[in-house]
C-alpha cells in the first residue's frame, strides 16, 4: 500500500460540514431536522495534518464565457445533470447515497414521465417483461438513451424476467379493480381478447392441478382472498372471502390448511419466452437483468455464462429472492449474482409476515459482506398507487432500509400504474436523505463484519486499501473519495464499507459507469484515463476545481488502481490525501 506522504507536512484539522438541525428541539435525544436539508455554505475548512501532497490550485476568474465553459467541462467529466445540480445545492456530504429504481409502465413512460422521473433522482429503470410487448419496452428504452445522450443523465436500464411461475394471472382490465366479498370469479387457461365480467386469465394451463375444492386462492400476498367452490374441469370457480385490490397481472397463490400448496418444482428458472426476452435484451443493450423464480446458483451461472457468449457488454445478472428455496441457498446465489433484489412481495407469501424484517435485513448483511448490490423491492410505498401521500408505516419502513444501508429502494406499481409515481420518488428521495444525514450526525454507522473477498495477493491488497480508505475518510473527514477504476471494482469495494464521504468513481467505460449506478454512494463519472494515475488525478481535480465544486480548503481522499508501466513499475494501488491549497 503506498500512501502517499509529503514532506512538507500541514497542520490543522477539519470541521465537517453539518445539517441544520435545532440543537434545541430533541425527541427522545434526538435532534429534530428543518423542514429542507441544508448545509452551511461553506465548504470542510482547515488542512489535514498527516501525510498529505497538496494540490495546485487553479484560479478560475468569472467571466461572461464562464457558464459555456462548465457546460464543455461537463461534457469532460461525464457529470450527470442531477448529481452535479444536487452536489452544487447540499455540498459533498448532502449527497444522497441510496439509490433509487423505478418501474416504468404505462403511467410513466412517455418522453416528459421519464424525463421527470430521472430529475427526481431515479438512478436505474426498471422494465417488467411480464407485461407489455417487446415493442413498448424498446420504445421506452429508446427514450432512456434519448434523455441520457442528449439530456445529460445517466439512467441504466433493467430489464426483469417473468419466470416459469404458473400462478399470473389477469384480469383484463389496464388498471386495477376492486374484489367485492361474496363476488364469485372465474380463474381460466384459457385464452381471450379483451376482459370478461368477473373472469380472470392464469398464464399457464395446468395452474389448477393438485388444487381442491376448498382449498384458499391469496391475490399477491393477501391483496385480496377467495375459496375455491367448484373445479370446472382445469377451471375453478372462487367465491371472494376477502376483498381489495385485484391489479394487472397479479400472483396468486394457494393455500391449504394454513401451508402453502407448493407445484412448480419442475419448471425451469427461465421459460423459453425469458429466453426470447434475454435476446431481447442484449440486442438493445440494457444494463441489468433481474431474474425471478430463482432457487439455486446454477441458473445464474448458466445465465452469466450465455451473456458473455452473446455480448462484448458486460450485463449484471441480479438474482430475486422471492421464495424459501432462495433463502435456504442464499449465499450460494449471492456469491453466483452480480446483485440481489429483495422481492418481498412473493417472499411474504412463502415465509411468514412477521419474519419479514428480519430475513431482509440478513439479506442486506450477506449481500455487503460479499459486496453486491442489494435492492429493497415490493410495497415500499403500495398506497400511493391510489393516495398522494404515503402511510406513516410506509416511511417508516423506507427509513429502515435505508438504516440497513440497502444499497437501492425500488418503486413497482407506485409508478408503473399509480397516479402519483413522481411523488412517491420524491418520498423515497427525501427519505432516504433524511435519514443518511440522521445516521452520519448521530454516528450510527454499522460497521462491517470484516470477510475477506480477495484470494488472490493483489486482490487482499485492493480490499485492505478499500477498507483503509473509507476509515480515514471518515477519521479525516475528507470531502470526498476519488476512485479510479476501469472496471468498478476498486468503487465497490468502497462502497462496501459505506464512508461518509460520497465515492466519486472515474471511469473511461461508459457500461462501468452504468453498472456502478446500483452502488450505495458512488457518482460515476465517464473520463479519457492515461495510465498515468498521477496525471489522472491531477487532471480530474484540476477540472472540477474549475467548476467550482472544490474550493480552497476541501480535502479529497484518492484511490487509485494502477497498471504498471516503465515509469511506474513497482505501482499498484495507493492512497493520498489532498487539499486544495
Known sequence: MAVVRNSSLISGGIIGKKPCLDLKNRVLGRPV????????????????????????????????????????????LGF??????????????????????????????????????????????????????????R??????????????????????????????????????????????WLFTAEKFAGSRPFTV?????????????GDELVIDGGMAGFEVIEKIGSDLRCKCTDPGLFLPRAKLSFWRDGKLVERNYELPTLSAKDWADIEFGVSEGIDFIAMSFVNDSDSVKHLKNYLSSK???????????????????????????????????????????????????EIINVCRQLNKPVIV???????????????????????????????ALMLSGESAIGSYGQKALSVLRMTSSRIETWGREESQQTLLHQHQLGVSLSDRIAEQICNCAAEMANKLCVDAIF??????????????????????????DDNTRKVLNLQWGVTSLLVDLSDDMEANTSKTIDLIKR??????????????????????????QSIQVKTIA
Not at 442528449?150 to 386495477?176: L, N, R, W, Y
Not at 415465509?351 to 435485513?361: D, G, K, N, R, W
Not at 484518492?558 to 504498471?564: H, R
Open 139 to 184: 420504445d421506452v428504452i429508446q427514450k432512456i438513451k434519448r434523455l441520457n445522450e442528449e439530456k445529460g443523465f445517466c439512467v441504466s436500464v433493467m430489464i426483469d424476467t417473468e419466470g416459469s411461475q404458473i400462478h399470473v394471472v389477469d384480469h383484463g382490465a389496464p388498471s386495477s379493480v376492486k374484489v367485492e366479498d361474496g363476488s364469485i
Open 483 to 508: 476512485v479510479y477504476t476501469k472496471h468498478g471494482h476498486m468503487a465497490s469495494l468502497l462502497s462496501r464499507n459505506r464512508p461518509n464521504p460520497p465515492i466519486f468513481a472515474f471511469t473511461n
Open 201 to 213: 386469465q392464469a398464464n399457464y394451463e395446468g395452474f389448477s392441478e393438485g388444487i381442491e375444492v
Open 377 to 407: 423491492a415490493s410495497q415500499l410505498l403500495e398506497s400511493m398507487v391510489e393516495y398522494p401521500t404515503p402511510t406513516r408505516a410506509e416511511v417508516a419502513d423506507v427509513s429502515e432500509a435505508v438504516r440497513q444501508y440497502a444499497d
Open 311 to 361: 455480448s462484448s457488454k458486460s450485463i449484471g445478472v441480479l438474482a430475486k429472492i422471492e421464495s424459501l428455496e432462495s433463502l435456504q441457498k442464499l449465499r450460494d446465489i449471492v456469491e453466483a449474482s452480480d446483485g440481489i433484489m429483495v422481492a418481498r412481495g412473493d417472499l411474504g407469501v412463502e415465509i411468514p409476515l412477521e419474519q419479514i424484517p428480519s430475513v431482509q435485513e
Open 33 to 76: 431536522f428543518a423542514r429542507g436539508i441544508c448545509f452551511n455554505g461553506g465548504k470542510v475548512k482547515g488542512k489535514i495534518g498527516v501525510g498529505v501532497r497538496a494540490a495546485v490550485q487553479v484560479n478560475v476568474e468569472e467571466s461572461e464565457g464562464l457558464q459555456r465553459e462548465l457546460k464543455g467541462l461537463r461534457g469532460v
Open 80 to 137: 450527470d445533470v442531477v448529481s452535479e445540480r444536487e452536489l452544487r445545492e447540499k455540498g459533498f456530504l448532502g449527497m444522497r447515497k441510496t439509490k433509487l429504481v423505478c418501474t416504468i409502465g404505462p403511467a410513466c413512460c412517455s418522453l416528459e414521465d421519464l424525463e421527470k422521473l430521472a430529475l427526481g433522482g431515479m438512478n436505474v429503470a426498471r422494465l417488467n417483461m411480464c407485461h407489455n410487448g417487446r415493442e413498448w419496452h
Open 547 to 572: 467548476t467550482g465544486m472544490l474550493e480552497q480548503g476541501d480535502a479529497v481522499l484518492v484511490v487509485s488502481d494502477v497498471t504498471p508501466t516503465l515509469a511506474t513499475p513497482m505501482a499498484f
